[in-house]
């Protein structure tokens, strides 16, 4: 039955803000809202309204058994089964999207994949995305797990040399150079993914660079992403007193060429020497350096 | 035997669809929903405000990001940013998302300040997810379960007005009348749902890596230079420290999503939360993350503390706590 008549406005006043709400987001009709009056909803599906049936059967034989010290529900059983319904899928999908962001497994994924329209579009989930960009595990202490910056060395017209630097520098309020370090990390974190990124580890270079060598009114330009060795827990105390440097690694770098309509890269190192936090299992702190 | 099992199964969904019920829409006082829809509210204006310097190096013409450029990295998500590259655009744009949003917080119209609100942080993050990190999907959760919640009810400018109109006897009988909502328990269910959810994938998403395991997992985050929010590299003169701490993390973050629902156990565990997020702003130089966690933690926290707080709060603001104080006996 389709519902296009809406609540005349005597009635409006009558009825609380959230059962208003309710009867919009259900598009019930106004008799509805009648003590036991009938609920028109518009037509559906005949599985999903046997689900609502047997939910509905299933919560009418709880409520048999109510503990009468509990309060009354303010919501009809039968609009009481639909959110149930909703919240089941809702939850459902929840579940499968922080299920499946470390190792899922082929059917997580493809359950994954079945909601993703809706995890993505809400972004409910961080899973299935080209790269992490909300890293809950907060650090896995692998060679994507750092800070990285990147520099792009460019030549104007006149033949003066300039070096743009990200993330740059003196920014406020703060978390407006840590989304330029979060881009930094996007672009590091792809590049190091090496060959299995490739198709993704140009993208943002392409973008940044393009936008810095014209805007500088050059043609060309050579773009590299750095990260840099984190220092072992022993060895603080000698990087500190400056006996010991903390290595640079170069994990991105290309020749850029800008035309009016295209920017082209060409890839000097697909992966240099990738900044390892650590190689194979990570060393305990205390442990020696080998 | 087939008659007892039957018996049993029959008292079984009885118990499940009992508690499903009560769980879920059992009225209740949306007080601390209003708080965490002004708390979220600032952090939001703080990330969308932030990112009107930014707007058309980033997303103009010629900006570091064009939109067309970086579609590979995330071409299936929506965003309006997608559709504008000139200044007057984006400003103009971006202005009236601050508007909506300083209009959510302060609780004016929630359904559809709140709908807009989401549509406005959503856009923010779509048009460039590389730019964001863990505080923007906290956000996101967040304003989702608010939006449809009467979370403007208290603590709020409508609010405000409403009372103005009324006499004191009319402002009493209302707030008594509309205090309870069935919408207010299922945000707040959610809320509390998706947060143990997300703090449970944070702990057992640690378990992945050795790092967790054998203690270091502090010190690669306080080793960070362009992370971290003060120097903690002297703590390597106390490697014990940064283990018990690295175990503690991921302790917090594993007994938190089962501890939580233990109503005796709650304020211990959520003033563990306090400390538990407060070291995260500490490890990750991140404060709009762990103030996130620390507000949607709050859909743990009773309606009547918040509302015994409400009482001590400014004169604008008691007598509406006080109605609403006995309305609840």
Not at chain 1, 186 to 210: F, H, M, R
Not at chain 1, 234 to 245: H, L, S
Not at chain 2, 192 to 207: E, P, R, T, Y
Request: hydrophobic share 45%.
């Amino acid at each position: 039955m389709p519902c296009s008549s809406g609540l005349n406005s005597e009635k409006k006043r009558l009825i609380k803000p959230d059962l208003y709400l309710e009867v919009r987001l259900f598009l019930l009709h106004d008799r509805g809202l009648h003590a036991g009056g009938k609920i028109g909803f518009v037509p559906m599906a005949a599985p999903l309204a046997a689900a609502v049936g047997a939910l509905q059967e299933f919560k009418d034989k709880a409520m048999a058994n109510a503990d009468p010290s509990t309060p009354p529900p303010q919501w009809s059983s039968e609009l009481r089964s639909w959110v149930s319904l909703l919240l089941f899928a809702h939850l459902f999908a929840l579940f499968v999207a922080v299920t499946t962001y470390t190792r899922p497994s082929a059917l997580q994924s493809t359950l994954h994949g079945l909601f993703a329209p809706y995890l993505r579009n809400l972004h409910l989930t961080a899973s299935g995305v080209s790269y992490p960009f909300a890293r809950y595990y907060l650090t896995h202490a692998s060679e994507s797990d750092l800070d990285f910056s990147c520099e792009v060395d460019v030549t104007n017209p006149q033949g003066e040399a300039d070096k743009v630097l990200l993330p740059p520098e003196g920014l406020w309020p703060p978390i407006r150079t840590r989304r330029y370090q979060n881009l930094v990390n996007a672009v590091g974190t792809l590049a190091a993914g090496g060959e299995a990124n490739d198709q993704y580890s140009s993208v943002l270079p392409k973008a940044i660079a393009g936008s810095i060598v014209r805007e500088h009114g050059a043609k060309q330009g050579i773009f590299r992403c750095r990260s840099t060795f984190l220092p072992d827990i022993e060895n603080m105390a000698d990087v500190k007193a400056g006996r010991r440097k903390l290595q640079e690694n170069t994990v991105y770098e290309a020749q850029v060429f800008v035309s009016p309509n295209s920017v082209e890269l060409l890839k000097k190192s697909q992966r240099l020497e990738v900044a390892p936090v650590e190689k194979s299992p990570p060393k305990r702190p205390g442990s020696s350096q080998p | 035997m087939m008659q007892a099992i039957s018996d049993y199964f029959a008292r079984l969904t009885a118990a499940i669809g009992q508690g499903w019920t009560r769980f879920w829409f059992t009225p209740s006082d949306p007080a601390t929903l209003s708080v965490i829809r002004l708390l979220t509210g600032l952090v939001v204006i703080y990330l969308h405000a932030t990112m009107l310097p930014d707007l058309v190096p980033l997303f103009g013409s010629g900006g570091l990001l064009p939109a067309t450029e970086i579609a590979p990295l995330d071409a299936e998500s929506f965003s309006y940013l997608n559709y504008l590259s000139t200044p007057g655009e984006l400003w103009t744009i971006h202005l009236i998302g601050l508007a909506v949003l300083i209009l959510f917080t302060a609780g004016f119209w929630t359904l559809p300040t709140g709908v807009l609100s989401l549509a406005v942080l959503l856009s923010d993050i779509h048009r460039a997810p590389m730019l964001t990190a863990r505080a923007e999907p906290v956000a996101v959760l967040v304003l989702f379960y608010l939006w449809f919640a009467p979370c403007g009810q208290t603590l709020s400018l409508q609010s405000l007005l409403r009372r103005r109109r009324q006499t004191p006897g009319q402002s009493a009988a209302a707030s008594a009348g509309d205090a309870l909502s069935t919408l207010a328990t299922i945000s707040t269910r959610l809320i509390q749902i998706h947060l143990a959810l997300l703090v449970a994938m944070m702990g057992l998403s640690k378990l992945a890596s050795e790092a967790w395991w054998n203690g270091s997992g502090v010190w690669w985050l306080i080793s960070r230079p362009e992370s971290q929010l003060i120097d903690l590299t002297w703590l390597s003169e106390t490697p014990k420290l940064i283990d018990a701490w690295t175990h503690l993390v991921v302790l917090f973050e594993l007994a938190f999503p089962l501890l939580i629902w233990i109503p005796l156990a709650r304020p211990l565990v959520l003033a563990a939360a306090a400390l538990a997020w407060t070291s995260l702003a500490i490890l990750t130089g991140e404060i709009p993350f762990a103030l996130m966690l620390a507000i949607a933690s709050l859909a743990f926290v009773s309606p009547r503390i918040v509302r015994a707080c409400c009482a001590r709060a400014p004169a604008t603001v008691r007598p509406a706590a006080e109605s609403l104080a006995r309305a609840h006996g």
